[in-house]
């Protein structure tokens, strides 16, 4: 309890009303549970006219303890990439009111080969709007890109996922993932 009320202290001191800390916490709440994911995504990003793919995955959202995140498991259906597995961890920051995204799979482990270290998470919030926004950067096939994740909710049942790579620092966008989420 005594993190919890330094935690909000310190965002009442940069200007964050605790309030407004407390309903970034239970943002991605809507989330939790299971889900049917249809998928839209590009075979390659790095080329605007490549071609698209479509599949169909489970998704399963966990909450973790004490409202500091949650996390799901993610696995494709059908013939997409036969034993893929992958994990999204959300974690808060209740001293900004951010989240940080990590995407994790049994194919890299979302890790960094040099260190071991998690690779860095697209960071962001949900806005005014109740659209969530988060960027990053990462490397994909040797080029390192800007890459947005788009969260939005289209009632309590739906939800979309869109994920963009800039490859010119934010100037322009490529969608090149799109996840529409219904809830089982």
Wanted: no cysteine; net charge neutral.
């Amino acid at each position: 309890m005594k993190k919890t009320l330094g935690a909000l202290a310190l965002a009442a001191a940069s200007g964050a009303a605790a309030g407004d800390i407390e309903r970034a916490r239970h943002a991605f709440d809507f989330l939790h549970g299971e889900w049917t994911v249809q998928n839209r995504r590009q075979s390659d990003y790095t080329d605007p006219n490549s071609p698209w793919e479509t599949f169909s995955a489970s998704n399963v959202v966990h909450a973790l303890p004490a409202g500091i995140g949650n996390y799901d498991e993610y696995r494709p259906l059908g013939d997409w990439r036969p034993g893929f597995v992958a994990m999204t961890l959300r974690v808060f920051d209740p001293v900004t009111g951010r989240w940080s995204i990590y995407w994790l799979t049994n194919r890299d482990g979302g890790l960094d080969p040099a260190t071991g270290v998690l690779l860095p998470p697209v960071v962001g919030r949900f806005g005014a709007d109740g659209v969530g926004r988060f960027e990053g950067e990462e490397v994909y096939k040797g080029r390192t890109a800007r890459v947005r994740f788009t969260w939005t909710r289209a009632g309590e049942r739906q939800a979309r996922w869109e994920q963009a790579y800039s490859w010119d620092d934010g100037t322009s966008w490529q969608t090149n993932w799109v996840m529409e989420f219904s809830k089982r």
